[in-house]
């Protein structure tokens, strides 16, 4: 999904606050320092979670990728280990 930023000052958080957390329901809006630099993002607890979550997902993914490409390469050991000996324990142990 891609969103549209809305722009706008950073002075405007003083004066308009709830229409700027109102856009960041919608979308990420970019706050703006004088000169037109960004000085910040808002956007929605929803959005944040998304974004991590997705975030968290590469990684993993990445790091899927990294170990076959590392045993390709003849550059990682995989090490066995009995699984019945960790399913045996009980949680909190």
Avoid at 22 to 27: I, N
């Amino acid at each position: 999904m891609h969103y549209v930023p809305v722009i706008a000052p950073i002075s405007d958080m003083r004066v308009r606050a709830g229409e700027i957390v109102a856009a960041a329901r919608r979308g990420p809006v970019i706050m703006i320092e004088k000169g037109s630099r960004p000085a910040l993002v808002v956007i929605s607890p929803e959005r944040w979670d998304a974004l991590m979550e997705r975030l968290e997902l590469l990684e993993d993914a990445v790091a899927v990728y990294q170990t076959r490409l590392n045993q390709a390469a003849g550059q990682s050991k995989v090490v066995p280990f009995d699984l019945a000996e960790y399913a045996s324990e009980a949680p909190g142990e």
